[in-house]
Nanobody, 114 residues
């Protein structure tokens, strides 16, 4: 498993940003891809996950604003972030989970200015 994340950056409050994460290794029908984030001084938290078949789980704090999707043919998942808020500022980490093992890519910084 080797994960590479793209798409972080700076965005104004209310704006949109899309993150993507590509797994250069193999994927399996039992896997789950997703995103965690960690803000300064806070614990890392789950943002959203999606399994191989497209079943999603989204944190309450971003529900209705963030959408996760994936393209299995490209071994890639996407986090569409709409109507972002300053509290969404964090380092976002893509995660790949399979058989109770978790792998994280390098983080990508998302900064939302008010």
């Amino acid at each position: 498993v080797q994960l590479q994340a793209f798409g972080g950056g700076w965005v104004q409050t209310g704006g949109s940003l899309r993150l993507s994460c590509t797994n250069s290794g193999s994927i399996f029908s039992a896997d789950v891809m997703g995103w965690d984030r960690q803000a300064p001084g806070k614990q890392r938290e789950m943002v959203a996950t999606i399994d191989y078949y497209g079943t999603t789980n989204v944190a309450d704090s971003v529900k209705g604003r963030f959408t996760i999707s994936r393209d299995n043919a490209k071994n890639t998942d996407y986090l569409q972030m709409n109507n972002v808020k300053p509290e969404d500022t964090a380092v976002y980490y893509c995660r790949y989970s399979i058989f109770s093992r978790h792998f994280w890519g390098q983080g990508t910084q998302v900064t939302v200015s008010s």
